[in-house]
């Protein structure tokens, strides 16, 4: 009889807390990364998006958590008071931290609450304008034929161009034949391409097609499974997969998570809302203007989401091993 009584007073307080929520305080959307860059644009997206889906009655806030690859942002949230009020939006950093910090202070798989998956961008493989090569069949012959003579930058440990870098080198077995130059951020890296001191990068959509059109980098192809034929200007660019890179399909995703022990009836609330901002024609109108695909499929549930990031983790570890560009 008293353990009936417990569970019916627990199931109250749920009800209850669920039918309050959120209430006055604001939901915070942890971004571990600086204000202004891509992941931040999308947290502010989505965080408006969501306040229309939950009535207009919710205040969501941006907070950005920024160092060391989001490993600090995630694990602010990681150890939040699982209400409902403390959320985080990680990109693919998500699945490659396990592998990349052998310090990791938090288990994705095991201490976040799967929300769903927001959006997918594309990555870019570019190189610097005096390249010779203008096609990727001309640019992989340029790389065997100065082996160890190039290098390729990124933005830093866990970035997307980072990943994106490795995964390629992986893939076309060059490990040996560049050199990895990290800088402090895309911007860095970027100018550095621009101006010629790198070679090569590989960076999301977001980063790439401005530069791009300019004709201040060369392109050579996309890290999509197929090629982008709706996009209006890498659509005549292959895919690396096209290209002979068999099983080669790189994104740079995002994902919105809440800490362990989130009451179940908040978290159906948060992921109602979530797929209702997913469709909201404004919200969708910016994330094309990002170079970015909203997610429609089944990865928008919590299962599919946590499934699919448990697929990357297998997917990057190895070649993050490989590597052995660990941080501690």
Not at 72 to 82: D, E, F, S, Y
Not at 216 to 233: D, E
Not at 234 to 252: A, C, N, R, V
Request: glycine share 10%.
């Amino acid at each position: 009889m008293k353990r009936l009584l417990v569970l019916a007073l627990a199931a109250t307080s749920l009800f209850a807390h669920a039918q309050t929520y959120p209430g006055s305080k604001p939901i915070s959307i942890v971004v571990p990364f600086a204000a202004g860059g891509p992941t931040d644009r999308v947290a502010r997206d989505l965080a408006e998006a969501m306040r229309k889906a939950m009535g207009g009655s919710a205040n969501f806030v941006v907070e950005n958590v920024n160092g060391a690859g989001g490993t600090i942002g995630a694990t602010k949230v990681a150890k939040a008071n699982p209400d409902g009020h403390t959320l985080l939006l990680f990109h693919i950093g998500m699945a490659a931290t396990p592998a990349l910090y052998r310090k990791l202070q938090y288990k994705p798989l095991e201490d976040f609450e799967y929300l769903g998956l927001v959006n997918e961008v594309p990555m870019t493989l570019i190189g610097k304008p005096q390249l010779p090569a203008n096609t990727y069949r001309d640019f992989e012959n340029y790389i065997k034929a100065n082996s160890g003579k190039l290098n390729i930058a990124h933005a830093g440990l866990g970035s997307a161009s980072h990943l994106c870098g490795l995964m390629w080198q992986s893939a076309i077995n060059a490990k040996e034949a560049m050199t990895t130059i990290p800088f402090g951020g895309t911007g860095p890296a970027m100018n550095a391409l621009v101006g010629g001191q790198v070679d090569l990068m590989c960076d999301q959509t977001t980063n790439t097609t401005g530069q791009i059109e300019a004709g201040r980098v060369k392109a050579f192809a996309v890290t999509t499974a197929k090629p982008l034929s709706k996009h209006k200007l890498l659509k005549d660019y292959p895919s690396l997969q096209e290209m002979g890179l068999k099983g080669f399909d790189l994104t740079i995703w995002h994902g919105l998570y809440a800490p362990k022990g989130t009451p179940p009836a908040v978290l159906a609330q948060l992921n109602t809302a979530l797929k209702v901002a997913l469709k909201d024609a404004d919200f969708m109108k910016k994330q094309d203007g990002l170079g970015a695909v909203v997610v429609t499929d089944k990865r928008m549930e919590p299962a599919a989401h946590k499934a699919f990031v448990a697929g990357e983790i297998a997917k990057l570890k190895p070649v993050i091993d490989a590597a052995k560009q660990f941080a501690d």
